[in-house]
Every structure is written in C-alpha cells, then in structure tokens.
C-alpha cells in the first residue's frame, strides 16, 4: 500500500490517496482521532503538493503522484490532480486548480501527459483552463515514448533530467485551436488519428535519431519461444489440443514455473474464449494442469445500455489494458482470436486486420505481458504451417512467433508442438511431443468432473513442416519407405548401423526424412555404443500372440509413461539424431495406474 498526501497551502493534511496492489486507489480523509474515513464528503479537492511549490514559477503537470515524486527527487517541481486522467473532454480538469496555481505564483505550467488518448485529454483540459488565466502552458511530447507510457517510464529507458530540462524549455506554447479535444460523439472510437491524440490534419510528425533509442534485450514469457511485449498465435486443426496447450502454459504462469523471465514470479493470466464452456471446460482444464486459479480471470464485457457481449478489438482495447495492468497479467489469451475482432472488420483483408492487431500489440509492449491468440487452420492443402492459418496472412506477419500443434502423423496419439515462426529467438528450437490424458479434477453433487491433461514425452526428431508436411502430403514415400526399411532389417537380422541405413536407403532413392517417418512407422528401436558413439536400429522383438502365433510389439520406444519430461529443458538423448526422445513412453497404458488416469482423451 502506498498513500500520497494531499495537503493545503500551509502543509495541513486534507486526505490521501492510497494506491493497492494489483494497482488500484481509492481516497480517505482523517477522521480527528487517528483514524480514516473513506470518503471525501466536504473536503476542498487541492494539487497535489499544494504546499511545496507555493513560490515556484515553473511547475509540471503530472498524470499521476508517482511521476510527479519523481520529478521532485530531480528537483523540479510537479504536481498532479488527484482523480487521474479521463478520456472525456472537461472532466479532468476544476476551476479551483487554476486558482491554486495563480495564489502560488505559478507562472508557466508544462504539462507531461501519458501517451495515451486519455493523457491527451487530459494535458489539453489543463492547458486550456490555464492558458484561459494567463499561465504560460507547454505540452510536452517525449520522443521515443511508448504507448500508454508516462514520464517516468521516459526516465526509466535512460534518459537524464537534462533532457527532459530541455523538452520542458523548447517545446511550444499553447494556443487553442478549435480542434483541441476529443469531440463527445467520438469518446471512445480507437482510429488511428484518435490513437495519435490529434483530429484531423493536427497531426505531428516527429524525428528520433536511433543514437538517443536506447537497446533492450528480448525478455521472455516462455524462454526462446514467445517473448513479452508481442503477439504470438497458436494454431491447428479443432480438436488437436490447442487450449489445452494455452492452458498448461497458463498454469505454469500463474504458479511461476514456466522458465522465462517471470520463472519464481507467479503472474494473472486473462482469458477471452466464447467457443467453450468455463464451468464444463475451462476451469477443470485449468485444474488439471494445476494452475492456480485465483489469477486466471475471465473477461466479461458490459455495453453502456447494460447487456451483457463479448470482448471486441480494437473498442474494448483502453478498457482491456487497464484491466491487465490492474491485475499485472502476464499473459491474455483470446480464443478464438478472429471472434475477437470487431464485426465490421473482415478478417480476410490485410489492412483491417491490422488495425485490431497492431494496437493490440502496442498493449502487449506497454504491459510488458504477450497476447497469446489461438487461431484454427484453413482447408488448404499447404504443407505451410503458416499458410494454413485461417483468415488474412496478417496474423502472422504481425505476430512475432507461431505455434502449431498437430496430430503426429505415425502416432494419432501423440500430438506435436513445434514453431515455424520466431522473429525473436531461435529458429532451430525442437519440435515438442505431448499427448493427451484423462484426468479426474473434481467431485461434485452432480457427479465425477473429468477433463484433459496434457503430458509432455520430450523432443521429436522432425520439424513441424515435415510433420506437416507428412500429414497433408502424399503418405506414398512412407509407406514406401516402411516396406523398404521393414525387409532391410529382416536381412540383416534386425539391426544394422543407422549411418549405414540412411546410406543404402538414399541409393534405394527414398529420404532421410521419409526413413526417419518409416521408423516410427515400424516403432524401430534406437541403441547407442562404443566409441564415438554410434547408433543401431533395431526392429522391435517378436512376442508371441494370444493364439500362439508370433506378432511384433508394438508398444512403441522406451520410456518411463508416468514421468513427463519439461517442455523447455528435456532430458538429452545420448544420440540426438538417433535416439528415442526421453519419456516417449507407449501409445496407451500399460501399469495399474491407466485406470485412474483414464485412458487417452481427446479434446473436444
């Protein structure tokens, strides 16, 4: 808890405005005998720091108490109002302000607003009352400041108070105009004239040098795959696994596991999704994964005219930063993402599209969290993960990394994760194989709830294309590949140097890729030794069946089934080519725990 004190010209204390964290306020007043009172009822509203720059000629004007402390530390004056900036036009500003400001010998004020809409508004209210009362009045634009960004956030990226003593100095006098402000009919409308804080032809075009840009390293949600600050998609076919995914990454999020630069930092998670039920779905998927649901938040959206909707970009976009700053989420989900644009927006045409997304990515930057957008796959026939997508290539050249999720071509039940796209990290990440479990969450009067749990098996030895590429392809070269290689190990009495293989297999003319295909296919074993270690394909023992008959086994690569492997820091293979990705385990349950578990679920 943090109070601010709001005193009168001789430094009497009139009340406080206390800030709580999550970040929201609220003002008390004393009550004579040590106490509060919750309220303002009869109090003089007063600047804040009201006592402290009585004498001063030269004051700045604040959006809030925090910069304009910081401010003060550098020794210049500030002050701020003490209801916060409102994007409304003649509500941010009281005419008793001006009068304190001319009773203490204020003769210029320079106002630094946030760069937001609102902050425009509110610089503007500010500026005209006193310009009105003969005060000189600056408003000051910081170069390179980010959206939503104040002039604390300004210092913060390194720059000094000679810098911002010369901003104050040179930037130019305030004179109305008849443009100034935000007209009532359009309060709220988020175009991108608005978003700039000007109307119309009042627009400034400004030069940065990139000298004075200070470099930021890339901070992490999810180390080297989805970084804060960005949009990221999530893509596949329906019923594939992709919430469950998003889930299991919220989980982790909200507990402080998940490595990355939040790891040990436990931060809210914000979920938008229409497609599924919270009570049926969500929250027992949210269970499963054991997230901590006190900081998982579902969005609901009320109209002015009191009817409950859903969460439209870009209008709604103000109103969701505040709330994800309010909560410090790290993470907003929007499920689908296309049902979260505006329905006046075609999400096939590349120019509307944006105008939804690039605010929203500019929300992402200024909250230091990632929106993280689930998105279905068209009816292409592209082996481009990319190209698949639904909707117009917008979504994913605005967003900075693609995940995609899909069914394993050799192992329908098996699913893949794996990233064609990542213009902040590393581009040679590994393929992750996951599979999908039923799990008992709760019980209730109604009856067992049981829901989806997603366990990691480790690395796949394939690219997400490939593996695209193989389920949309032409399944010929496998099958091809597997009759090959199933008669090429018979003959050499089931095992021979993997080298060797994929040697004589290129001069049979079938691929390395299709081989590696083959082998799942088969579920050939892998076995390293010697010196330099050189690995063995085997094909899998005969057992005999029920009826006597002799039958291959098919339970699949080794591995311990009950013990996932961390889908960031996997255990390494001692052959990374050849050897089974650790905890790959067998398609089905095979201990005395599979009934518990449940045998292998399908999401919806």
Known sequence: MMPYDYRDESGTLLYQKVRLEPKRFYLRRPDGHGGW?????????????????????????????????????????????????????????????????????????????DHDNAGQVYATDAASACHEAGITVRVVELPGLLQKGDVSDWLDAGHTKE?????????????????????????????????????????????????????????????????????????????????????????????????GDYLGTPRAVIVAATEDSWGHTIVPRLMAADADLDLVYRVDVTSIEGTDTTLSLPCDLDALEGVVREVRAGLIILDPLISRLDATLDSHKDAEVRLALEPLVKLAEAADALVLGLIHVNKSASSDPLTLLMGS??????????????????????????????????TDLPTLQFRIVGKKVADTAEGPVWTGKLEWLGESDRSIREAVEASTGDRTATDEAADWLEDYLTSVDGTQ????????????????????RAKNKLHITSATSGFPRKARWSLPPVVPSSGGAPTTESTGTTGNTDAPVDPVDPVDPVDSVDAPPQGTGTTGETDDTSAERGSTYRES
């Open 37 to 113: 009172i919750d309220n303002l009822d009869g109090t003089r509203s007063v600047l804040y720091r009201l006592n402290e720059f009585q004498g001063h000629k030269a004051v700045v004007l604040c959006e809030g108490e925090k910069d304009a402390d910081r401010l003060w530390s550098l020794d210049i004056p500030a002050t701020t109002t003490p209801d916060g900036a409102k994007a409304q036009p003649g509500k941010n500003w009281r005419p008793e302000y001006t009068e304190q400001l001319r009773a203490a010998g204020v003769e210029r004020l320079a106002a630094t607003p």
């Open 163 to 259: 810098e911002l003593d010369g901003l104050l100095r040179g930037a130019p006098v305030y004179e109305p105009d008849e443009a100034d402000g935000v007209p009532e009919d359009r309060v709220g409308v988020t175009d991108d004239k608005q978003a700039d804080g000007a109307a119309g032809p009042h627009r400034i075009v400004t030069l940065t040098a990139a000298s004075a840009i200070p470099v930021r390293p890339v901070r992490w949600l999810w180390e080297n795959r989805l970084a804060l600050g960005t949009l990221a998609l999530l893509g596949g076919r329906e019923g594939v696994g992709k919430t469950i995914c998003a889930y299991t990454l919220s989980a982790g999020i909200t507990r402080g596991t998940l490595p």
């Open 393 to 426: 290539r917008a979504f994913a050249a605005v967003a900075r990394a693609v995940l995609f999720v899909l069914v394993d071509p050799d192992d329908e039940s098996v699913r893949l994760l794996g990233q064609p796209k990542n213009n902040l990290g590393r």
């Open 497 to 516: 140097d993997s080298q060797i293989i994929l040697e004589d297999g290129r001069r049979a003319e079938h691929s390395k890729s299709a081989l590696y």
